[in-house]
Structures are given as structure tokens and as C-alpha cells.
């Protein structure tokens, strides 16, 4: 079975942004020119995908404005030097489909996922979290070593300070996954491969998503329900990913992303020069 269709969770409030995040969606937060959730469709749309289903909750309809043409805007710029700024854009918005569905109370990630269940059926699919960029496509890499029945897990290693952010996974030398925490004190923590938030998962996951209990802050994890469905010998394989990460979700990493961005980008030379001023 091939990978046809993405579903990207963004429901969650982003405190760790607040007030950045106080009326405006965690997912719409820019990284240098774009909101961060343009970066994960590219990232849906390079992998071959064109079957995008976006879970929302209140406060996101910006989500939605953005990705919805906007012939005013349009025909403002048309011709115009500006118009270049939105041709990527268009060009995703014309070749793929985007679907929204609304998660009414934000019970956590696992719940926000099983809002998928009817759009999916009985396929495999991709997930991938709403604030976190990955270069190269991290997409692209799960889809080539998917071999259809498995579930795989995108990993990457962090340092041991930092378990504790993330979803861990402890794996045998055949890179199955044989155990998951959700945010483990260090001390309870199998290793420090860390979920980086890209998972190609099978249909089955709805059931054992229904099955699990209130888990970390009270919320239906994702990590808990894959937890079981290892438990009962579902395959899951952990790929290990070793390009780059970056986790739009706390202040420091999103500065960092978008610091990055920004040099490589045409401010590049004035933004370098601007900082060694700042900091000399
Ligand atoms: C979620 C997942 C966690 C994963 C992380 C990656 O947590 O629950 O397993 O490691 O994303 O960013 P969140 O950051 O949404 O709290």
C-alpha cells in the first residue's frame, strides 16, 4: 500500500508562544517570510502528496485563509514585482486538496489524529506536526523505505537534557521500536532518540487511539496509543533522521529557524552584518 495522504494535527494553543499565540494559530507563526505550516505543506507537496487533511480547533481560521486564494489581493499584485512572492503558493494551492476537520476540545495529540479516521479509511498515511520544519524532506525519506505494512517513526538523536520535551523510543538492532515514553524525566528515559513529529502510520492506529487512556497533562497521546499497538506486535520501525529539526513550538528554537532563514536568504549579508554589530 502507498502513502496518499497527509494529515497535519494543528489544534494545540502553542502556550509556549504565548502572547504570540494569544489569537493567532502556533502553526502561523512566520519562520522568516513564511508561517511555519506553508513549510510542512511544501514538505507534503515535494513528497508527491496531494491529499492534505489539517486538523483545527477555534482560533485557527487563519490557517484556512491562507491556504484559499484571495483574487483581491491577486489582481493587486498582478504583474507586479510582488507577485512572485505568492507563486509557490499558488502553484501547491492549484495541484493539492486541503481538508480541515475541527477538533472541538483539545484532548491532546492522539486525539486530534483520530479526527482523521473517516478521511482515511483503511490506508496508510503520513502525519506530520504542524510546527516542526525539517530540511532536507524528511517526508521524502519516510516514503522511500516504506515498505507498506509498517508503521515508521521519524527519530533523531537529542542530547539527554532534553528527553524530557519529547516522545522517546528505545529500538533493537533491527530498528524496531520496542518501547515509547512520552516526556520521560532523564532518569526513565530508554534512550535519547526523540519523536521528531513525522510518522508513517496504518489505519489500525484509530482503534488503539480509541482504547487509550488520558496519558502526560491528562491528554489521549499519540505515543501511548503506538505504545500499545507495539504491545500487541503491530511492526513499528524507528527511521533515523540526521538532517535538520527545527521545533517551531518554544521561542528559542523558532528565533534560531528563522535567524537561519533569514541569512540564507536575499537580507542575508545585511542581517550577518547587523548582528556581529549587535554583538560586538
Ligand atoms: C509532540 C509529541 C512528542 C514529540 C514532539 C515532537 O509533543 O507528543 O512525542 O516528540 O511532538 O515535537 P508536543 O511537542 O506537541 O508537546
Known amino acids: 500500500m502507498k502513502v496518499k495522504k497527509a494529515v497535519i494535527p494543528a489544534a494545540g494553543f502553542g502556550t509556549r508562544m504565548l502572547p504570540i499565540t494569544k489569537a493567532q494559530p502556533k502553526e502561523m507563526v512566520p519562520v522568516f517570510d513564511k508561517p511555519v505550516i506553508q513549510y510542512v505543506i511544501e514538505e507534503v507537496y515535494e513528497a508527491g502528496i496531494d491529499d492534505i487533511l489539517i486538523i483545527t480547533g477555534r482560533h485557527k481560521?487563519?490557517?484556512?485563509?491562507?491556504?484559499?486564494?484571495?483574487?483581491?489581493?491577486?489582481?493587486?499584485?498582478?504583474?507586479?514585482?510582488?507577485?512572485?512572492?505568492?507563486?509557490?503558493?499558488?502553484?501547491?494551492?492549484e495541484n493539492v486538496s486541503i481538508y480541515?476537520?475541527?477538533?472541538k476540545h483539545p484532548r491532546g495529540l492522539g486525539d486530534a489524529i483520530y479526527h482523521a479516521k473517516q478521511h482515511i479509511g483503511d490506508e496508510p498515511f503520513i502525519v506530520l506536526l504542524g510546527d516542526v520544519i525539517t530540511?532536507?524532506?524528511?517526508?521524502?525519506?519516510?516514503?522511500?523505505?516504506?515498505?507498506?505494512?509498517?508503521?515508521?517513526?521519524?527519530?533523531?538523536?537529542?542530547?539527554?537534557?532534553?528527553?524530557?520535551?519529547?516522545?522517546?523510543?528505545?529500538?533493537?538492532?533491527?530498528?524496531?521500536?520496542?518501547?515509547?515514553?512520552?516526556?520521560?524525566?532523564?532518569?526513565?528515559?530508554?534512550?535519547?532518540?526523540?519523536?521528531l513529529g513525522r510518522y508513517i502510520l496504518q489505519p489500525d492506529v484509530f482503534e488503539y487511539i480509541k482504547i487509550t487512556?488520558?496519558?502526560?497533562?491528562?491528554?489521549?497521546?499519540?505515543?501511548?496509543?503506538?505504545?500499545?499497538?507495539?504491545?500487541?506486535?503491530?511492526?513499528?520501525?524507528?527511521?533515523i533522521f540526521s538532517g535538520k529539526v527545527y521545533d517551531i513550538g518554544n521561542?528559542?528554537?523558532?528565533?534560531?529557524?528563522?535567524?537561519?532563514f533569514a541569512l540564507k536568504s536575499e537580507i542575508g549579508e545585511e542581517l550577518k552584518q547587523h548582528i556581529l554589530n549587535l554583538i560586538k
Open 135 to 195: 530540511y532536507p524532506n524528511c517526508t521524502k525519506e519516510l516514503i522511500k523505505s516504506f515498505k507498506g505494512k509498517e508503521n515508521i517513526i521519524a527519530v533523531e538523536k537529542v542530547p539527554k537534557e532534553l528527553v524530557s520535551r519529547y516522545g522517546i523510543v528505545e529500538i533493537n538492532e533491527n530498528m524496531e521500536i520496542k518501547n515509547m515514553i512520552e516526556k520521560p524525566p532523564v532518569e526513565k528515559a530508554p534512550s535519547n532518540y526523540a519523536i
Open 251 to 260: 521561542k528559542l528554537s523558532w528565533l534560531k529557524a528563522t535567524i537561519e
Open 213 to 239: 487512556p488520558p496519558g502526560k497533562g491528562g491528554e489521549i497521546q499519540l505515543t501511548d496509543a503506538l505504545k500499545l499497538m507495539i504491545a500487541d506486535n503491530h511492526k513499528m520501525l524507528a527511521h
Open 61 to 93: 481560521r487563519a490557517i484556512e485563509d491562507h491556504f484559499d486564494k484571495q483574487p483581491e489581493l491577486e489582481n493587486t499584485i498582478k504583474n507586479s514585482e510582488k507577485e512572485k512572492e505568492l507563486e509557490k503558493l499558488n502553484e501547491i494551492l
Open 100 to 103: 480541515y476537520v475541527r477538533q
